[in-house]
């Protein structure tokens, strides 16, 4: 078991084997609540990065087999360009 101590300012400095254990990096932000035995429970929030990789390709699944969904979408938007000026 490890001690810190609070600063002045309220802060504590995380022993080393918890930032590695936690794979933490400055910047990082940790997410705290006291438990019902007031024990003080801090977990890693995950960053705007490894919430993006946790979502990349999850929608693959929707998409029709053969379909190209950003040559379908250039497609639907000149279409759409062609209708504008037609009409004026």
Do not use: F
């Not at 794979?23 to 940790?30: D, H, M, N, R, T």
């Not at 699944?61 to 000149?78: M, N, Q, S, T």
């Amino acid at each position: 078991m490890t001690t810190t101590t609070l600063t002045r300012k309220h802060q504590i400095t995380l022993p080393a084997e918890i930032v590695q254990a936690l794979e933490l990096a400055p910047g990082s932000q940790v997410e705290w609540t006291i438990g019902p035995d007031g024990t003080l429970i801090g977990k890693p929030k995950a960053s705007r990065a490894q919430r993006a990789a946790a979502l990349y390709g999850a929608g693959r699944r929707y998409l029709r087999p053969g379909v190209d969904p950003v040559r379908e979408l250039i497609a639907e938007r000149l279409d759409d360009d062609d209708a504008y000026r037609a009409a004026s």
